[in-house]
């Protein structure tokens, strides 16, 4: 797990809050194939891909309004639990008028448009028997966390739609992820989620 995001708001230095709220989450790597198979086959990943194959995130120690991130497949990845204000500013706008329309989300069919439900965690698969609420849902963004434009950490809570910026060469992004101004292309991508429990879900 590395920390690389800032969300600032609070005071607190956001490297070491975020770094509390990792360490609390518990993202968890899961390397259960290394530890399980000594003997790798060689047409196999190498142990290193495997082992960040899936990374779980508690929900439940997120706060409403606090962002952390995770590491998955080498990559970090924003877990933001919204507010409700947050949530209707992201619905509230008009998918036509966004520079990219695309949900950029592998958990829906490919060229959906980008609400904010086909970006947000009502579009991860649940497990069977597994029940979730649909506001815990509605309220979790959770996205790649490099700029699409040269792969900069976007800044949390900044920018001219209060969602993310990126300092590196002005990307704005808005509470949902997506593009708004600056020389991003596209959207943060949606990685494969899926909820194993009621609040604990997997990237991957
Ligand atoms: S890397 Fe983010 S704007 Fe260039």
């Not at 690389?4 to 490297?15: A, C, H, I, K, L």
């Not at 910026?165 to 494969?192: K, V």
């Amino acid at each position: 797990m590395t920390d690389v995001n800032n969300t600032p708001d609070s005071g607190q230095d956001p490297s070491r809050r975020d770094f509390i709220h990792i360490a609390a989450v518990g993202a968890t790597a899961v390397g259960g194939a290394f530890v399980i198979w000594p003997f790798i086959d060689q047409m196999n990943p190498a142990a290193d891909t495997l082992a960040e194959a899936s990374t779980e995130v508690n929900l439940a120690d997120i706060d409403e309004g606090v962002t952390v991130t995770v590491m998955f497949r080498s990559k970090p990845h924003f877990v933001r639990r919204r507010t409700q204000a947050e949530i209707d500013e992201a619905r509230g706008v008009d998918v036509s008028s966004l520079p990219d329309r695309d949900a950029r989300n592998v958990n829906i069919e490919a060229g959906a448009p980008a609400t904010d439900e086909n970006r947000s965690a009502l579009t991860a698969m649940v497990d069977d028997g597994v029940e979730v609420d649909d506001a815990l849902r509605a309220a979790f963004l959770v996205s790649g966390a490099n700029c699409t434009h040269l792969g900069c950490v976007p800044t949390g809570e900044a920018g001219a739609y209060d969602g993310w910026f990126c300092p590196c060469h002005g990307s704005h992004y808005d509470t949902s992820a997506r593009i708004r101004r600056g020389p991003a292309p596209e959207n943060l991508p949606i990685p494969p989620m899926t909820f194993i429990s009621a609040t604990t879900v997997r990237l991957g």
